[in-house]
T-cell receptor, first 111, second 114 residues
Framework: QKEVEQDPGPLSVPEGAIVSLNCTYS??????FMWYRQYSRKGPELLMY????GNKEDGRFTAQVDKSSKYISLFIRDSQPSDSATYLC???????????FGTGTRLLVSP | EAGVVQSPRYKIIEKKQPVAFWCNPI?????LYWYLQNLGQGPELLIR????????DSQLPKDRFSAERLKGVDSTLKIQPAELGDSAVYLC????????????FGPGTRLTVL
């Protein structure tokens, strides 16, 4: 079993929809949780960062962490075609330990 | 501010040939990472440097892969000899020490081994 599980998709939604992306993990020591966006043939780009539990909002993006369920989510409101990309979750136990990535979920937002 | 720079962006080689990738991190970032990303997968850490010291190289196949970070700035990752299974994207990233929220990736080098 992988430490971090993520549905690879693809997830297809119409423009304007609310998108929910999720990851589950098995290592209860994880405390740092990140979401990256990766466009085709580009490097991952950091979108959201959360330390420990709770919610964080940035514009149309909201990240949630539920440590009791070992479950993290990224919500995208009013999705746009430009949001079409692969979304990777990543997490680590401490600031000095390696990030463990999910496989990524491919999102397609159609006009 | 310039991001993480990698070169070359693409490389095609025959198996058993050597290949090298270069990375220039964001100025002031002490920590440098090399990741391997296979198609449809997330990045997997190969090696992490804190300044000049390799502090985590447990996933680096040391029989054919080597890396160095001269003067704690630029880094080179080398494969010798390359195998067909090494075809992947090699990503470099950098961050401030102990700050995963400051980790930024370069565009990657796409390696094809024929």
């Amino acid at each position: 079993q992988k430490e971090v599980e993520q549905d690879p998709g693809p997830l297809s939604v119409p423009e304007g929809a609310i998108v929910s992306l999720n990851c589950t993990y098995s290592n209860s020591a994880f405390q740092y949780f990140m979401w990256y966006r990766q466009y085709s043939r580009k490097g991952p780009e950091l979108l959201m960062y959360t330390y420990s539990s709770g919610n964080k909002e940035d514009g149309r993006f909201t990240a949630q962490v539920d440590k009791s369920s070992k479950y993290i989510s990224l919500f995208i409101r009013d999705s746009q075609p430009s949001d079409s990309a692969t979304y990777l979750c990543a997490m680590s136990a401490t600031g000095f330990q390696k990030l463990v990535f999910g496989t990524g979920t491919r999102l397609l937002v159609s006009p | 501010e310039a991001g993480v720079v990698q070169s070359p962006r693409y490389k095609i080689i025959e198996k058993k040939q050597p290949v090298a990738f270069w990375c220039n991190p964001i100025s002031g970032h002490n920590t440098l990472y090399w990741y391997l990303q296979n198609l449809g997968q997330g990045p997997e850490l190969l090696i992490r440097y804190e300044n000049e010291e390799a502090v985590d190289d447990s996933q680096l196949p040391k029989d054919r892969f080597s890396a160095e970070r001269l003067k704690g700035v630029d880094s080179t990752l080398k494969i010798q000899p390359a195998e067909l299974g090494d075809s992947a994207v090699y990503l470099c990233a950098s961050s401030l020490s102990g700050r995963p929220d400051t980790q930024y990736f370069g565009p990657g080098t796409r390696l094809t081994v024929l």
